[in-house]
């Protein structure tokens, strides 16, 4: 599994596990049912503890996002991807809500704001 730990973020690095795990589950990347690799398999890869790395499935377990199976690995929950996709939507509509409020104190007109959305997005 491709995962890439960034050591000058200061975001933690069990956490930049975890949302990257999380991320290829949303993007349907990792399917439903899938084993995921073993903690010590992940964090001998990741040249990180094992503490980390158990950390970071520990937090997606109580998200929802996988389930460990005693003995036989953790894999990739069934969670309803309507709610994981409506998870999204309410984190995009509070960015967006702050951006709004920001352009709006900043004299930033609608139009720009799509521009720059149209842009960040790739359509030109």
Do not use: C, F, W
Request: hydrophobic share 35%; aromatic share 4%.
């Amino acid at each position: 599994m491709d995962i890439i730990i960034s050591n000058s973020s200061n975001t933690p690095i069990y956490e930049q596990i975890k949302e990257q795990i999380k991320n290829k589950i949303i993007s349907n990347e990792l399917k439903t049912g899938e084993l995921l690799p073993s903690i010590r398999t992940l964090a001998r890869d990741l040249r990180i503890s094992v503490i980390t790395t158990k950390n970071a499935y520990e937090e997606l377990e109580r998200e929802g996002y996988v389930e460990t199976i005693p003995a036989k690995g953790t894999y990739v929950s069934n969670k309803n991807i309507e709610l994981i996709r409506e998870e999204q939507l309410q984190k995009v509509e509070h960015l967006i809500d702050t951006a709004v409020s920001v352009a709006k104190i900043s004299n930033i007109s609608k139009q720009e704001i799509q521009d720059m959305v149209d842009i960040i997005y790739g359509e030109d």
